[in-house]
């Protein structure tokens, strides 16, 4: 019998040119500072590196590894190293592949897990591998109904976080009611139903033979634990172990970490404390920080020198975590000075959405490539304005950790109930309300829900449809059928995927990967921090979320936040007490003029130049974007010609197909509609419509001037 690891087809990303360039050691070694380099020569015994967002944690890990092989005193069948995410696994298998390392194992958790489970899956039962469970929800939702618990979607997303929770924390039914109030985890059920909830699950799972995600690592931990056998073949198959991120381990991670290493203890950690951002899942940093309590003879390597991030962006980033801090580091940069970062403060959502686009237009223009421009927020549903943002702009855009908004399942589901409603043609009032109406019937509220998670991430998705129909409705005369036309059309123009693009994700999803040039939007309190976190624990890892966000960009970083999620709401937000806080040197950044509000000053003077937006028909002041493209309110009457609106309609249409885009791409209804009714003749007279920009002027400025002649 072959040892695991060994017997199998490899299951890394296989090379089509696997000839690697032998590398000598000095060469591995002359890349790295003097801490990086302890790291790499700490070869025998544990080794704890804390080190700050930046510092080259993949590089000295990646190093140590080729260091160890190239001097013999590792070997590279025998040596696993574990990261978080598959493509971090990836991009380490690519650095060790440069650095001459051949034979690695480079894997997740997970993954690691599943191939020993699978090898010794014979021995362990004499039956087939199971199937694995893609996603709770399923089971979860039957466990639900048995147990007479809500299964609306969104309740079961929580359910089923709350049952990983449960399984990484090793907790019984009757534990995690006490356990959650320990850690002021609200439950999506009270305790003795999600008890019920959490049995049922099991149970349904046994039954059908299946295994979830957590038993892939419950079954290869208890492998190891009780069948020595197994133990003796896993542990002379790996010998060497690195685990990166280890600031986000949880309980069950870290107990296959200890089976694996047995009684030895050649592992090397590495994480920061400061960028802790799962502990909702069941990570504790506390296994990094209390690394040698564990370990007492460990080597203990600081790393300080942040080699991505300018000086600016690091004072910004110390700033944030001045307080907050719970490791002791302080991030020095490595690289020459750059531009100081940039609060800019917009009036909506709308209009924070459209500037980046617009800036990032600018960027892209310049030659800067789009994949070295990302733009990232806190929670998914904040996707949806850019995503439509940057389909107007013609910017391609990638998403990750999320998925495009109306492919959510509760934005699918949304639509599915607001065509149903538009089919019985039940049409009595603003289209903002007609959409609140039935959406409040797919239990959406006007109010958030107290709770972060799936519940929070569905509440916000509803609500960026209402806010939608609430800033298309004087467009769309209020009709249903037009609104769920242009929400297929923008669904359509965002779907297309593209192989490189602007890259906009979660702050979750950007952990570890770094840009040139970086956007955080909805720096706002109730954003970030988000407003369900209330006790002290879920604010400091919110900021730390910023803290992440901000060392992700290493030359250019623009903070950004909007006073009110609509076009013309009321002004309700205020900037992130992060930022409100922060200090450099001992200056407040939020005060500090041409920085603080360079947007905020630039977006009034551009203002200040333009006509106060009063309607043309009654002089009232015009509050909402679509009014304002009007030029009139939209309860005041109409001065359309029909017969140019139906002849710009058929020319959008013809333009739209040839080009297959959308027709909003070419000009939005609103903007027909302007122009329609304020007859431009000439260009000048185009260019002050609002939504035709200097780009559109150019492309489309003659022939809708054209029309506008033809008709006079
Ligand atoms: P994070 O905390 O975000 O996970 P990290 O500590 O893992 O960051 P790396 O991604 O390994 O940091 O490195 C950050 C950047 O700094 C990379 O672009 C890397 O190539 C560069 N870098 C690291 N160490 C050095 C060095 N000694 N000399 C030059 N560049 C370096
Ligand atoms: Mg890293």
């Known amino acids: 019998m072959h040892a695991p690891g060994t017997s199998e087809p490899r299951m890394e990303a296989s090379h089509p040119c696997d000839t690697i360039a032998p ?13 990086q380099r302890a790291v790499a020569e700490a070869l025998d015994g544990p080794v704890v590196v804390l080190a700050g967002a930046g510092s080259g944690k993949t590089r000295a890990i990646t190093h140590r590894i080729a260091h160890g092989v190239a001097t013999g005193r590792h070997e590279a069948r025998r040596t696993l190293a574990v990261t978080f995410t598959t493509r971090a696994a990836g991009e380490m298998r690519l650095r060790l592949r440069d650095l001459g390392v051949e034979g690695a194992q480079v894997r997740t958790f997970h993954s690691a897990a599943l191939r020993q489970l699978r090898y010794f899956w014979p021995r362990l039962s004499g039956g087939e591998f199971p199937e694995l469970l893609p996603s709770k929800a399923r089971l979860v939702a039957e466990a639900a109904s048995r147990c007479s618990v809500p299964t609306d979607m969104a309740t079961v997303r929580d359910l089923s976080g709350d049952v990983e929770w449960a399984k990484v924390n090793f907790l019984s039914g009757e534990e995690i009611g006490k356990r959650a109030a320990e850690v002021r985890r609200t439950l999506a059920v009270p305790p003795p139903a999600m008890a019920a909830v959490l049995d049922a699950y099991e149970q349904a799972k046994s039954a059908r033979g299946l295994l979830d995600f957590e038993d892939v690592l419950l079954n290869t931990a208890a492998a190891l634990d009780r069948r020595p056998d197994i133990a003796d ?13 280890f600031q986000d381990v949880n309980p069950l991670q870290r107990y296959l970490l200890r089976m694996w290493l047995g009684d030895r203890d050649d592992v090397c950690v590495v994480g920061d404390a400061n960028q802790t951002i799962y502990t909702f899942t069941g990570a504790t940093p506390s296994y990094l920080t209390n690394f040698r309590r564990d370990f007492p003879d460990a080597t203990e390597v600081k790393l300080e020198r942040c080699y991505r991030c300018t000086p600016e962006i690091v004072q910004w980033a110390n700033g944030i975590m001045v307080d907050g ?29 459209a500037q980046i686009a617009a800036a990032v ?76 109406a039935v ?10 829900p107290r709770t972060a998670g799936a519940v929070r991430e569905r509440w916000e998705s509803l609500t960026a449809l209402v806010s939608l129909a609430d800033d298309l409705g004087p467009g ?14 923008r669904a359509a123009a965002q779907h297309a995927p593209v192989a490189d693009g602007v890259t906009l994700a979660t702050i979750h999803a950007a952990k570890g990967l770094e840009w040139p040039i970086v956007f955080v939007i909805g720096c706002s309190e109730g954003l970030m921090p988000l407003s369900y976190a209330e006790s002290d624990d879920q604010i400091e890892e919110e900021r730390r979320l910023l803290y992440v966000a901000v060392t992700r960009a290493a030359d250019r970083l623009t903070l950004s936040w909007a006073r009110s999620r609509h076009a013309g709401g009321r002004a309700s937000r205020s900037l992130s007490r992060f930022l409100q806080d922060l200090r450099v040197g001992d200056v407040p950044v939020a005060g500090r003029a041409g920085i603080a509000h360079r947007g905020s000053g630039r977006r009034r003077t551009e203002r200040k130049q333009k006509a106060p937006a009063r309607c043309r028909v009654c002089r009232k002041g015009l509050v909402t974007a679509p009014e304002r493209t009007l030029g009139r309110c ?22 739209s197909r040839e080009k297959s885009v959308p027709a909003y791409v070419v000009f939005t209804d609103v903007t027909l509609i302007a122009i329609a009714e304020q007859r431009p003749q000439d260009l000048d007279a185009l260019a002050e419509i609002p939504g035709v920009g200097p780009k559109k002027l150019a492309e489309h400025g003659d022939a809708v001037i054209g029309l506008v002649l033809e008709r006079a």
């Open 325 to 353: 801090s719970p490791s002791s580091l302080t991030l020095v940069s490595q690289r020459p000075a750059g531009p100081s970062p940039v609060i800019q403060e917009w009036s909506d959502d709308l209009e924070e959405a």
């Open 634 to 655: 939209s309860s005041c009457p109409s001065d359309v010609d029909e017969g140019l609106l139906e002849s710009l309609r058929a020319w959008r249409l013809n333009l």
């Open 361 to 436: 237009k600018a960027h892209i223009a310049e030659g800067v490539p789009a994949r070295d421009i990302a733009v990232l927020f806190r929670v998914n549903a904040q996707s949806e304005v850019l995503e439509e943002a940057f389909a107007e702009a013609g910017i391609p855009v990638m998403l990750r950790g999320t998925e495009r908004f109306f492919e959510r399942p509760e934005v699918r589901e949304a639509v599915t109930r607001l065509r149903g409603a538009a089919r019985a043609g039940e049409v009595s009032g603003p289209l903002g309300e007609e959409v609140r």
């Open 476 to 489: 769309l005369e209020e009709s249903l059928p037009a609104f769920i036309t242009e929400l297929d059309a």
């Open 439 to 448: 959406l409040s019937a797919a239990g959406w509220t006007p109010e958030p």
């Open 233 to 245: 073949e896993i542990r002379s198959a790996y010998r060497w172990f690195t685990v990166d991120e």
């Open 23 to 35: 590398v000598t050691d000095d060469a591995i070694l002359a890349g790295l500072d003097p801490e």
